[in-house]
C-alpha cells in the first residue's frame, strides 16, 4: 500500500530519535547517560498532582468545548496579562494538545499549497516538518553564532517573497538557549509589517530565564504588532508537565476560530483532567516553578564550564530554556571524523553519552545537550566526552 505524499518527505525527529536509542542501551544494562531529553527532570508539583485527581473524583472526565474549558482560558487570559501586559478575550484564546499541537493546527489552518514560512536556523525539529505537513514551504533563513544565533531584520527582509506568509520566532530558543531583546523584536517586527507578515511566537521557555535579562512577548510591543502574532505557549517547560499534553495560542480571533474548528475534528478537545491540572498551575504563584529554575541555572553554570574545557568544543552561554549548543566541529576534526552526525552514534557506543546532532536544527556543526539531569550525571557526561575527544585525537 502506498502512503500518502505529504508523509514521505518527513524526516524524524532526531531528538526522539536520540532519546530512544539511548533508552533502548539502558534497558540492555548499559550506564547510559541521555543529554537529549527536552523535558524538566522533576516531577509535575504536588499541588498540580492533587488538582488533577481532585477533577477525577468530581466527575470531570467527560469531553470538553474543543478550545478547552472557559476557566482555564480565563486563567490564561489572565496570565497573558500579568506576565506580558497583553489584554486577550477568551474567543482569542484556544487550549490545545500541547503547545506542539497549537502549531501544528496552526499552520493547517494558514496555510495554503506553497505558502512559505520563514524558519530561522538553528530551529526546533518540528518546524519545517509541519509547515511541509499543511503544504507549505520551510524557508531556512541561517543566523550565526556571532550574533548569538539571531535572525537579524536585514536578514529577514532578504528572505521575504511575494509567497511569505509567516515567520517564526521562538524566545528562548530551542536549542540554543538564547533570547531576542526588545529593540531586536521590534526591528523583525518593523519587518514584518511593512510585508504582512504572520509573526508565530512561540515562547514556551519564557519562564526559564538565567540572567536579568526579561523576556519580552512580540505581540506586547505594539497594537499592531499584537494584531499580526499569535502567541504559543504551555505549561510543559514552565511547570514540568510534559506528558499532561496542555498548551495553547492567543491570536486573532478569526485564526483562533479555525483552528479551534479543525480541533473539533481532530481531537475533539484537549484532555479534561490535564486542563483542570493546568488550570491549577496558571492559578497558583511561581515558587516551584521558581525553585527549578534555581536549580537549572546552578546545572548550566557547571555543563557550560566543563563543555569549554574539551578540546576542540566551542559554547556560548545560553541565558534560557534547559540546552547547550556547542560548536563541535574542530573537536570532530581532530578525532578523525567527517561530520558530527557520526561522531556523535560512536560517542553514544563508546562512551555511552546520548548527544543531539545539530544537524536535525539546521546547524550541523553544532551539538545540543540538555542538562534537565543532576548535577552529577553532567558532570560524568562532560568528563566521558573528555576522554572521547582526547583518546580519539588523530595522530
Given at each position: 500500500?502506498?502512503?500518502?505524499?505529504?508523509?514521505?518527505?518527513?524526516?524524524?525527529?532526531?531528538?526522539?530519535?536520540?532519546?530512544?536509542?539511548?533508552?533502548?542501551?539502558?534497558?540492555?544494562?548499559?550506564?547510559?547517560?541521555?543529554?537529549?531529553?527536552?523535558?524538566?527532570?522533576?516531577?509535575?508539583?504536588?499541588?498540580?498532582?492533587?488538582?488533577?485527581?481532585?477533577?477525577?473524583?468530581?466527575?470531570?472526565?467527560?469531553?470538553?468545548?474543543?478550545?478547552?474549558?472557559?476557566?482555564?482560558?480565563?486563567?490564561?487570559?489572565?496570565?497573558?496579562?500579568?506576565?506580558?501586559?497583553?489584554?486577550?478575550?477568551?474567543?482569542?484564546?484556544?487550549?490545545?494538545?500541547?503547545?506542539?499541537?497549537?502549531?501544528?493546527?496552526?499552520?493547517?489552518?494558514?496555510?495554503?499549497?506553497?505558502?512559505?514560512?520563514?524558519?530561522?536556523?538553528?530551529?526546533?525539529?518540528?518546524?519545517?516538518?509541519?509547515?511541509?505537513?499543511?503544504?507549505?514551504?520551510?524557508?531556512?533563513?541561517?543566523?550565526?553564532?556571532?550574533?548569538?544565533?539571531?535572525?537579524?531584520?536585514?536578514?529577514?527582509?532578504?528572505?521575504?517573497?511575494?509567497?511569505?506568509?509567516?515567520?517564526?520566532?521562538?524566545?528562548?530558543?530551542?536549542?540554543?538557549?538564547?533570547?531576542?531583546a526588545?529593540?531586536?523584536?521590534?526591528?523583525?517586527?518593523?519587518?514584518?509589517?511593512?510585508?504582512?507578515?504572520?509573526?508565530?511566537?512561540?515562547?514556551?521557555?519564557?519562564?526559564?530565564?538565567?540572567?536579568?535579562?526579561?523576556?519580552?512577548?512580540?505581540?506586547?510591543?505594539?497594537?499592531?504588532?499584537?494584531?499580526?502574532?499569535?502567541v504559543i505557549?504551555?505549561?510543559?517547560?514552565?511547570?514540568?508537565?510534559t506528558?499532561?499534553?496542555?498548551?495553547?495560542?492567543?491570536?486573532?480571533?478569526?485564526?483562533?476560530?479555525?483552528?479551534?474548528?479543525?480541533?473539533?475534528h481532530?481531537?475533539?478537545n484537549?484532555?479534561?483532567?490535564?486542563?483542570?491540572?493546568?488550570?491549577?498551575?496558571?492559578n497558583?504563584n511561581?515558587?516551584?516553578?521558581?525553585?527549578?529554575?534555581?536549580a537549572?541555572?546552578?546545572?548550566?553554570?557547571?555543563?557550560?564550564?566543563?563543555?569549554?574545557?574539551?578540546?576542540?568544543?566551542?559554547?556560548?552561554?545560553?541565558?534560557?530554556?534547559?540546552?547547550?549548543f556547542?560548536?563541535?566541529?574542530?573537536?570532530?576534526k581532530?578525532?578523525g571524523?567527517?561530520?558530527?552526525?557520526d561522531?556523535?552514534?560512536?560517542?553514544?557506543?563508546?562512551?555511552?553519552?546520548?548527544?543531539?546532532?545539530?544537524s536535525?536544527?539546521?546547524?550541523?556543526?553544532?551539538?545540543?545537550l540538555?542538562?534537565?539531569?543532576?548535577?552529577?550525571?553532567?558532570?560524568?557526561?562532560?568528563?566521558?566526552?573528555?576522554?572521547?575527544?582526547?583518546?580519539?585525537?588523530?595522530?
Amino acid at each position: 500500500m502506498n502512503l500518502a505524499k505529504r508523509v514521505e518527505t518527513l524526516t524524524p525527529s532526531s531528538t526522539l530519535a536520540i532519546t530512544a536509542k539511548a533508552k533502548e542501551l539502558k534497558e540492555q544494562g548499559h550506564d547510559v547517560i541521555g543529554l537529549g531529553a527536552g523535558e524538566p527532570d522533576f516531577n509535575t508539583p504536588e499541588y498540580i498532582l492533587k488538582a488533577a485527581t481532585e477533577a477525577m473524583q468530581n466527575g470531570m472526565t467527560k469531553y470538553t468545548p474543543s478550545g478547552g474549558i472557559t476557566n482555564l482560558k480565563r486563567a490564561i487570559a489572565n496570565k497573558l496579562k500579568k506576565d506580558n501586559d497583553l489584554d486577550y478575550n477568551l474567543e482569542e484564546i484556544i487550549v490545545t494538545t500541547g503547545a506542539k499541537h497549537a502549531l501544528y493546527t496552526l499552520f493547517q489552518v494558514l496555510l495554503n499549497d506553497g505558502d512559505e514560512v520563514i524558519v530561522p536556523a538553528p530551529f526546533w525539529v518540528s518546524y519545517p516538518e509541519q509547515i511541509k505537513l499543511a503544504g507549505g514551504v520551510p524557508v531556512v533563513v541561517q543566523s550565526s553564532e556571532e550574533n548569538d544565533f539571531k535572525l537579524t531584520a536585514q536578514q529577514l527582509e532578504e528572505a521575504i517573497t511575494e509567497n511569505t506568509k509567516a515567520i517564526i520566532i521562538n524566545s528562548p530558543s530551542n536549542p540554543t538557549g538564547m533570547m531576542y531583546a526588545q529593540e531586536e523584536l521590534e526591528e523583525l517586527g518593523r519587518v514584518c509589517l511593512k510585508h504582512n507578515v504572520l509573526i508565530v511566537s512561540d515562547e514556551i521557555y519564557e519562564k526559564l530565564i538565567y540572567t536579568s535579562d526579561r523576556h519580552i512577548s512580540i505581540a506586547s510591543i505594539s497594537d499592531e504588532l499584537k494584531e499580526a502574532s499569535i502567541v504559543i505557549n504551555g505549561v510543559s517547560k514552565s511547570h514540568s508537565m510534559t506528558g499532561w499534553r496542555i498548551g495553547y495560542a492567543a491570536g486573532p480571533k478569526a485564526i483562533i476560530k479555525a483552528m479551534t474548528n479543525l480541533a473539533s475534528h481532530s481531537t475533539s478537545n484537549p484532555t479534561s483532567i490535564a486542563q483542570y491540572a493546568a488550570l491549577a498551575a496558571y492559578n497558583a504563584n511561581d515558587d516551584a516553578v521558581n525553585e527549578m529554575k534555581k536549580a537549572f541555572s546552578e546545572r548550566l553554570d557547571t555543563i557550560y564550564t566543563l563543555m569549554n574545557e574539551i578540546p576542540g568544543i566551542v559554547c556560548k552561554k545560553p541565558k534560557g530554556a534547559f540546552y547547550i549548543f556547542p560548536n563541535v566541529a574542530e573537536a570532530v576534526k581532530m578525532n578523525g571524523f567527517t561530520n558530527v552526525d557520526d561522531w556523535v552514534k560512536v560517542i553514544l557506543e563508546e562512551e555511552k553519552v546520548a548527544l543531539v546532532p545539530g544537524s536535525g536544527f539546521g546547524f550541523p556543526d553544532n551539538v545540543r545537550l540538555s542538562y534537565a539531569l543532576q548535577l552529577d550525571d553532567l558532570k560524568e557526561a562532560a568528563k566521558r566526552i573528555k576522554r572521547f575527544v582526547i583518546n580519539h585525537q588523530s595522530k
